[in-house]
């Protein structure tokens, strides 16, 4: 809400807003400090989502170790809380009392009224008690309530509107609501939200956009974009997309950018009277691969690929079509996994590979 | 300290006198001329073939896989760099669908798939015998895209022996050592081969690839070192009348890094590999008949250490266990070649066997049986015909693969002949598809085989050292095994490809004047998906080798360049692997009696902005001085 009223004040003054710089990279805790249930076996901070609420960025730790064939839960998922100008890092234990209320949290996102809420995904078994949907009072640094998940389903993405929390499904195409007041899932059934595969679809994501819940499903193949009633969840509205899309964001002007990992481009959606009109905007360069995902400010659009290490900054007016006016590279073996615009030229990363926070050093064109 | 490029320094002396002496007896020199060309494999007459023959590369450091890329039809998936991974592919199939037999014996990977063609030394091989298409009649199931044979070297009946020896850029060294000798009624070989290089090439890339004219930086390969040692010993025996005993023993060891991608590397994981191949054969003839029945086996171990899905880790730790795979086989086949008048030759072939594998995939066996007939027609006016049948039951999958194929000749000797055939056949899953959890790998046992056919046409001119010859070919597969990627974070193997792949193969040998041989092979291939009408990745559409060499009594030399296009890197035609232009030469003279002195350079242009398929990058200029003498 500061950030939302800042922004306001700036454009009212006909200026543009510019945060303070970003430290360079933000080492991110380790060992003992992620509370492992094993002490001989600590997991790693794994970051993955970022989000900003009361003047600070919060970004979701998974604390898994590696494991064969996949990462292992090694202690309780955390919001790492930082000011990207200084560093200094509060964590915030997502685990409960036991340590395992919430595991491997992906994503994180900020309600209207202030409050940080987490998808945990436990184990991706679908039936582990670690799955959650938490929910965070950013001043208190503390977990307010938690919802659990009824059995078979795995929360990706979090939505939160005014009545209700929504998330998508990693084992099916399906959202499912819990409702904001009793922290309870809503008995309704899930909502179907397919797209055609070959082998395998899931909900990429869901995130709250001009008071409309949108939902993408991801396959091998395809990708659809779901427009949904915030309240039902009834479709409003759907779109094809490009293939394997990974995350969506909103642009301030209404439209819809979306990436696909599949054949690395960015899809630009725009809600109309009667729909969804989506156009493929930019195809990426074959250096860059697995995108992961895109945010924005205002209409500056930023994406993040842990194939090529890199992000990058995007210019949807450019002439001759949408163009990359800036690409940072944060080194090998850095995963960047999500990005946040500080403000429409600075931006900071989450490297899952790492287990940092850095800042985009961009290359710009010439 | 960055490695050194220029090839030792030491040895520069003997290069300048070995090309003194080269010089002074230029005006005496005489030429070494090719014998006749030899024809393509015995076990599919009129198939579409290449004969790779190893003495054209005398003085030069090749590998297996830089021979094959010499032929048309063949495309090698190489993880970058020598001594790391190299896998076949024929005609845009991959390198599970394709066999690859020394000696006859069906070699494998550890998980009974793609043979690592890096592991088998170059210089113990007399021949490689490239056969393309459906092949399954001839040869067996699981030979979708054609079939790679190695012909070891032969024993002989008196003593001989040759060794070479080699040193190069990033710390590359190659001591090979061969002799024959007769061997109570018959004859004896023994070769070796030891091969070592640091592997720590530079190499460029940008890291903002986006941003046109960004800045290219330089990095050092690490972890890209490999040791192996191999060994060949042949003994052939004359036992009584027409009776006769072949022995052969074969077998591979090495370890290597495994430097991973240029954006991920890996600079802890390594693997430790070891095979086998052992056979005897007994053979004899009764009249017009023949006969051989042979007993066969081979064992192969790999395992890695501090590897994981996504990077590396360090071996030892609790978290980073040691993947140790195990895989083996035995069989025994007996074979009657039964002439049925003049003009008619039949072929029966019956084998029986066992494959097992333990380790990451678990303990897994499965049987095999073939039975297989064949018949050679000669129809009169030119025409003959080749028609196939073969029954393969691998574990409980029982498929039939027929063939077959024709030839017209004009006249016995005429330069001219077409050529056509058809073949369908199978492949069964291997046990990595059907077993192997490892890393992001999920296995996925309800596999079923593969299925393909194909068509191919050709006309070949052959008059003594020249040929020309174009082949045309359309294959259809179905029931693909695809890893696709499986969330959250796997990829598995499904049965959900279906395929088209066209392609033209052109290929021209030609003498010229001053003792100069030139050689081009083009290959054309256009692979769907024919389930969405994409280009099916990692298929290169266009490549061209050029190649211009010279063998002499004293001097000798080649230039060649290999071109490929940009290579679609995923499902969608939206990635591509850059094209690519290789230029190698290399020159060398006969310094003193059977001393030979070669001085080779590869990568001319020192592209070192090049990368394979998966992103590995590939090592700049390269130089090598080699060493052989052959008594």
């Known amino acids: 809400m500061k950030r939302i009223a800042l922004l306001l004040l700036v454009a009212a003054c006909g200026g543009t807003y510019q945060a303070p710089p970003p430290v360079a990279s933000i080492a991110l805790p380790d060992g003992s400090q992620l509370k492992p249930y094993d002490p001989a076996q600590p997991g790693q901070a794994r970051p993955q989502g970022l989000a900003q609420a009361a003047g600070r960025v919060y970004v979701t730790l998974t604390n898994q170790r590696d494991g064969n064939p996949n990462p292992v839960n090694a202690g309780p998922g955390f919001l790492a809380a930082f000011v990207p100008s200084t560093g200094a890092i509060t964590l915030i234990d997502l685990g409960g009392s036991d340590g395992k209320q919430c595991q491997n949290p992906g994503s994180v996102r900020t309600s209207a009224d202030g409050y940080l809420y987490a998808n945990c995904s436990g184990n991706f078994s679908g039936t582990d008690g670690s799955r959650a949907i938490v929910e965070v009072d950013p001043l208190a640094n503390a977990v307010r309530r938690r ?30 609501s819990i409702d904001r007041t009793t922290l309870a899932a809503d008995p309704t059934p899930p909502v179907p939200v397919d797209c055609p595969k070959t082998v395998f679809n899931y909900v990429a994501d869901v995130m709250t956009i001009g008071g409309d819940v949108y939902a993408l499903c991801g396959s091998d193949i395809s990708g659809e974009l779901y427009r949904l009633d915030p309240d039902t969840g009834a479709v409003k509205a759907h779109v094809t997309v490009g293939p394997n899309p990974t995350e969506l964001a909103g642009l301030d002007d209404g439209r819809i950018v979306v990436v696909n990992a599949g054949d690395n481009t960015l899809t630009v959606v725009n809600p109309t009277a009667s729909g969804l009109d989506a156009r493929t905007a930019l195809t990426f360069v074959s250096g860059t691969s697995a995108l992961q995902d895109v945010r924005a400010f205002g209409r500056t659009v930023f994406t993040v690929a842990s194939g090529s290490n890199t992000a990058q900054r995007i210019d949807l007016a450019a002439q001759g079509g949408a163009k990359v006016v800036a690409e940072a590279n944060f080194g090998e073996n850095a995963g960047p996994w999500n990005i946040l615009p500080l403000d429409d030229t600075q931006a900071i990363v989450s490297n899952r590979g790492t287990n940092t926070i850095a800042a985009a050093n961009w290359v710009t064109v010439k | 300290m960055p490695p050194s490029r220029a090839f030792p320094r030491y040895l520069l002396p003997f290069a300048m006198a070995a090309a003194a002496a080269a010089r002074a007896q230029e005006p005496g020199e005489t030429i070494e001329v090719q014998g006749e060309r030899r024809q393509g494999s ?53 390198g599970d669908q394709s066999l690859v037999l020394l000696d006859g014996i069906p070699l494998q990977g550890p998980g009974g798939g793609a043979v690592d063609l890096s592991t088998l030394p170059a210089t113990i091989l007399d021949r490689m015998v490239v056969s393309r298409g459906v092949l399954g009649a001839q040869f067996g199931a699981g030979a979708l895209g054609g079939v790679l044979e190695l012909l070891p070297r032969s024993a002989r009946g008196s003593w001989t022996g040759g060794a070479e020896a080699s040193v190069g850029s990033f710390g590359t060294e190659r001591l090979a050592l061969d002799a024959a000798m007769p061997a109570g009624n018959g004859s004896a070989l023994i070769a070796l081969q030891g091969d070592r290089t640091s592997g720590n090439f ?25 040791t192996r040692g191999s060994g060949l010993l042949r003994i052939s025996q004359e036992l009584s009348g027409d009776l006769g005993l072949d022995l052969l023993l074969q077998g591979s060891a090495g370890v290597r890094g495994l430097p991973g991608a240029s954006s991920a590397p890996t600079p802890r994981s390594r693997e430790f590999d070891a095979d086998g191949v052992a056979g005897v054969r007994l053979r004899g003839s009764s009249g017009d008949a023949t006969w051989s029945v042979r007993a066969s086996g081979r064992l192969d171990r790999s395992e890695l250490r501090g590897v994981l899905a996504f990077g590396d880790c360090e071996d030892g730790t609790p978290d980073c266990p040691r993947q140790d795979q195990r895989s083996s086989s035995a069989r025994a086949e ?9 003009a008619n030759s039949l072929r029966f072939l019956l084998s029986g066997g066992g494959e097992w594998v333990h380790g990451t995939t678990g303990a ?16 009169g006016a030119g025409f003959s015909l080749h028609p196939a049948l073969r029954l393969d039951k691998v574990g409980t999958q029982t498929g039939l693969s027929p063939g077959i194929t024709a030839q017209w000749k004009p006249a016995p000797e005429h330069p001219l002949s077409l050529r056509a055939g058809w073949g369908l ?129 004293r001097l000798e030399g080649y230039g060649e360049a290999s071109f490929t296009s940009a290579i679609p890197r995923n499902a969608f035609d939206t990635a591509f692997v850059d094209s690519q232009l290789l230029l190698n030469a ?29 992103q590995y990058p590939l090592p700049g200029l390269s130089i090598a001085l080699i060493a052989r003498a052959r008594l």
């Not at chain 1, 998940?149 to 499904?169: D, F, L, M, Y």
């Not at chain 2, 890291?207 to 890209?224: C, D, H, K, Q, V």
């Not at chain 2, 007996?334 to 003049?342: C, I, K, R, S, V």
């Not at chain 2, 897994?364 to 129809?379: E, T």
């Open chain 2, 202 to 226: 530079e190499y460029a890339r940008q890291l903002t690839p986006e941003i046109a004219g960004s800045p290219y930086y330089g990095f050092t390969r690490e972890n890209g070192d490999a």
């Open chain 2, 334 to 342: 007996g074979e009657l070649a039964l002439p049925a008048g003049e």
């Open chain 2, 586 to 614: 290399g020159i060398g003279v006969r310094a003193a009696g059977p001393l030979w002195v070669d001085v080779e350079a590869k990568n001319l242009l020192d592209k070192r902005t090049y990368e394979d398929l998966f």
């Open chain 2, 364 to 379: 897994h066996r499965r049987g095999l049986l073939s039975a297989a007939v064949r018949d050679d027609l000669a129809l």
């Open chain 2, 42 to 94: 015995p076990r599919a007459p009129a198939a579409a073939a290449t004969v790779v023959d190893m003495a054209q590369f005398g003085g030069e450091v090749r590998s297996v896989a830089e021979m094959l890329s010499t032929a048309p039809g063949v495309s090698i998936h190489a993880l970058g760099g020598p001594g790391q991974t190299a896998t076949l592919s024929l005609r845009g199939a991959s």
């Open chain 1, 147 to 176: 919802a659990a998940i009824p059995n078979g389903r795995v929360p990706n993405g979090v939505a939160v509107t005014a009545t209700r929390i929504w998330t998508g499904n990693a084992f099916t195409t399906t959202v499912f």
């Open chain 2, 425 to 553: 056949s199978y492949r069964a899953p291997t046990f990595t598809e059907l077993y192997l959890e490892r890393g992001g790998i999920a296995a996925n046992p309800d596999l079923r085989p593969e299925r393909a056919w194909s068509v191919d046409a050709g006309a070949e001119w052959r008059l003594a050292l020249l040929t020309l010859s174009a082949t045309a070919f359309w294959s259809s597969y179905r029931e693909l095994i695809l890893y696709q990627l499986f969330p959250p974070a796997r990829v598995k193997p499904f049965n959900v490809g279906k395929a088209r792949i066209a392609g033209v193969e052109l290929q021209a040998v030609v003498p010229l004047p001053a003792h100069l041989l030139a050689t081009v092979s083009y290959s054309l291939l256009d692979a769907v998906n024919r389930a969405d009408g994409h280009k099916l990745a990692y298929r290169p559409p266009h490549r061209l080798f050029v190649r211009l060499a010279r063998r002499g009594d």
